[in-house]
């Protein structure tokens, strides 16, 4: 039996006496629910009381406690655009007195408040950009704020599963506000933008016994029209990466494991090793430290599916992260969830419970159908 969740923000459940029966109708028991994210400018379209949500930077959705983040550089915002102290606790008590599962869905590395707080340990490209958005595990004190704020996300609250979005690197391709660097760049040259190259990530280099200083000239020369960057060169970046991310998530899942025994793990990931963002690209060893894994499945073309069945071969549970939202219609939708399926998914991910329209609503349903 192909299973399957929907994915909400604590502020689509609270006040909406209507949000879990949509749920049931929609042929779903489990809800995907923030307790962490970044910020957002976000629909409401059948909430009673509102439209819009303006969280305008990232936030931990329960309380904020001073114990667990006395000293630290890197601390969490609390949610001023919500009116309860601990949204996604309340949310999930709904959730749950109305018979439905919940997932807890903990965004880590995605904080541009924190970011432009402390650039220096933010993803820098190789021209000397910093990306505020993107904190970089290559750093100690953010690898230590992820993985406490997985514990505090979890802290005293039952949930079903957590899923792990930006467990790794962000990289250039970023949707902030007005967002303006779209078609300006070839494929292979935002994967050179996302190289960081903070002090963190140069001294690994350094470390491996490269060069760092001839590492960036090499970057910003194949930026430049010159030569690509040398399978060497490339080989060391990435597996500096990987190093990086290993490390985060291990102690992130220390902390989740600490919070939440037995609760099993969904990583968001791509089998491309090079993906940077929400889901980065799997080191050799992440699979294997996950229950499952998560891959984006948004575009509906054919070769969506490719990814699908890549990440096949790590050989975890497989679940497609499929948006309702797009402007493509219903029969693309579910020629797309079909091909998913036959590529080796079996769990799907439905975006957004809370987005989506009163029109769009009867999709969720309609793609559990196309695949069950």
Known sequence: MVTAAGHAYPWDVLGDPDFSGRVTKAGLDTVT?????????????????RRLVDARHAALYRPVRM??????????????????????????????????????????????????????????????????????????????????????????????????????????????????????????????????????CRTAWQRAGADDALMVRSLREALRGGPPLDEERAALVLAARHEHTDALRAEVLTAVHSAAPGVPVVLHASPDPWATGPSPGLTLTAAADVDALLVPAWPADPATATLISDATLYGRPLDAYVTVLSEVDRDTLLAHVRRLREAGADRFSLYHLGL?????QGLFADLLAAVR
């Open 33 to 49: 629910l923030a307790a962490t994210y970044h910020s957002t400018r976000a629909a409401t379209p059948l909430h009673p009381a």
């Open 67 to 200: 114990e667990a983040w006395a000293g630290r550089r890197l601390r969490p915002a609390t949610p001023d655009w919500v009116a309860e102290p601990d949204p996604f606790g309340s949310a999930v008590v709904v959730l749950r007195e109305a018979g439905l599962r919940v997932n807890a869905w903990i965004v880590l590395t995605h904080d541009t408040r924190l970011g432009r707080a402390n650039l220096d340990v933010t993803v820098v490209n190789c021209f000397g950009e910093p990306y505020p958005y993107a904190l970089c595990p290559a750093n100690a004190d953010v690898r230590r704020y992820a993985a406490t704020l997985a514990a505090e996300a979890l802290r005293g609250v039952r949930v079903d599963a957590v899923s792990l979005e930006a467990c790794g690197q962000l990289g250039a391709d970023h949707l902030g506000h007005h967002e303006k660097t779209a078609g300006a760049f070839t494929a292979y040259e935002r994967r050179l933008l996302s190289v960081c190259c903070c002090t963190a």
């Open 356 to 360: 989506a329209p009163a029109g769009r």
